[in-house]
């Protein structure tokens, strides 16, 4: 099973930049298109971005042209390049894999992001 440990959230105002880091176990890591979800008090979990295990990337339009996903195999890391936040950003961040690639593994603790002036 893997492990999944997010990181790099805070308190930001609005239209500043955080830079979170997704850390995962295991060495199939690299072979699954992995993605950001986040979850503000209330909501359901949402799907934000992705990557596929080649690079290829793909946004929902509410964070497209703010959000970068990336990813480093050799570490096991995903990252999330977050610009331009606005409030409605606010939400627990989490990482996991693509649903289409199989069950998610278990979630994470999470980040919390708190955009606020």
């Known amino acids: 099973q893997v492990q999944l440990v997010e990181s790099g959230g805070g308190l930001v105002q609005p239209g500043g930049s955080l830079r979170l880091s997704c850390a995962a176990s295991?060495?199939?890591?690299?072979?699954?298109?992995m993605g950001w979800y986040r979850q503000a008090p209330g909501k359901q979990r949402e799907f934000i971005a992705s990557?596929?295990?080649?690079?290829?990337?793909n946004y929902v339009d509410s964070v497209k042209g703010r959000f970068t996903i990336s990813r480093d195999n050799a570490k096991n890391t995903v990252y999330l390049q977050m610009n331009s936040l606005k409030p409605e950003d606010t939400a627990s961040y989490y990482c996991?894999?693509?649903?289409?690639?199989?069950?998610?593994?278990?979630w994470g603790q999470g980040t919390q992001v708190t955009v606020s002036s």
């Open positions: 295991g060495s199939i890591f690299g072979i699954y298109a």
């Open positions: 996991n894999r693509m649903p289409y690639t199989g069950s998610f593994w278990s």
């Open positions: 990557i596929s295990s080649g690079g290829s990337t």
